[in-house]
């Protein structure tokens, strides 16, 4: 299953592609996210989706295949898994950043998912619709704390509040969705994040 997603950012190409790339001071920008460690070139961490009452926590770990820092483009392959068990995916993840003007970065994220498991039967639609709310509180939260001041990276993981769907979908879109999407949410999450290290 492909998914593209975009964004913009307001800051130069060059200071986006260095604070995009630096994981551990923009995991805290991702809902729910939380960087764990760093081993080699194998990045893990966890992502935590709370629903309404309900909370799922899943794991992870993502390598890059290509990283350019020239062209401002990545290339990752992402996997992660529930913790208990019910259901997994794997991602590449493609992004390319490119000049919007002199302050403004666009963000092209591809994604090409492999759902396997329970969560096989989640519709795209549905995927792209949490995706898309995903990156746009990232964004925000990127412009108001990492690409708004310069952070000392203390090397010591955050612990975010979780993403919850309800606030950001409202109930009647939440309950139906939540069965099929929850699970294959926090893969995305924890992709997109390890993307945008």
Request: charged letters at 20%; hydrophobic letters at 45%.
């Amino acid at each position: 299953m492909e998914i593209n997603n975009s964004f913009e950012v307001k800051a130069p190409i060059d200071v986006a592609w260095q604070t995009l790339t630096d994981l551990a001071r923009i995991a805290p920008c991702l809902p729910g996210a939380t960087l764990t460690s760093i081993e080699g070139d194998i990045y893990k961490g966890h992502v935590t989706v709370k629903v309404g009452p309900i909370v799922a926590k899943f794991g992870g770990q993502a390598i890059f295949q290509e990283r350019n820092d020239t062209a401002h483009r990545a290339v990752l392959k992402g996997e992660g898994r529930d913790t208990t068990g019910k259901g997994n995916a794997s991602a590449i993840i493609t992004a390319q950043l490119e000049v919007v003007d002199a302050t403004t970065t666009r963000c092209t994220v591809n994604t090409d998912l492999t759902i396997t498991g329970k969560i096989a039967q989640f519709g795209r639609g549905a995927l792209a619709d949490v995706s898309d709310k995903l990156l746009k509180q990232f964004v925000i939260n990127l412009e108001s704390t990492v690409l708004a001041q310069e952070l000392a990276n203390t090397g010591t993981p955050v612990e975010n509040a979780p993403l919850n769907l309800l606030g950001s979908t409202g109930l009647s879109l939440a309950m139906p969705i939540l069965k099929r999407v929850l699970p294959v949410l926090a893969v995305i999450a924890v992709a997109i994040w390890y993307l945008l290290r």
